[in-house]
């Protein structure tokens, strides 16, 4: 899994790539996290992964929970049809705020 942090506009951007699996899950996890020490919104640009199990979904679900507790938003932007379909299933699309793409989330 490759990954990316970045401010945009009012957002703090963190861009997964790959797969998320039970083997990168953790890192996913920890990043996710650490987004949420600045007190900024959160969104999870994910047109990069290929693949994402139950441990990766859980580490979305972990972020949501945090950053509600914070009062904070925290939202998916660009979500791949693997994710998508996986989200689906879960029924988490009617969970999570989803933009189509990143560029319709900061605009």
Known sequence: M???????GRFTVVALKGEVDMRHSPQARKIILASLEH??????????????DSS???SLIEGLQLAKKR???FCLAGVST????????ARL?????IH?????ALG
Do not use: C, W
């Open 56 to 58: 990766g979904v859980a």
């Open 2 to 8: 490759q990954h990316e942090v970045r401010n945009e």
């Open 82 to 89: 693997p994710v998508m379909n996986v989200l689906k299933l």
């Open 39 to 52: 007190a900024r919104p959160v969104l999870v640009e994910l047109s990069g992964v290929t693949y994402i």
């Open 71 to 73: 009062q904070v938003d």
């Open 100 to 104: 189509a793409s990143l560029e319709a």
């Open 93 to 97: 699309d009617r969970v999570f705020l």
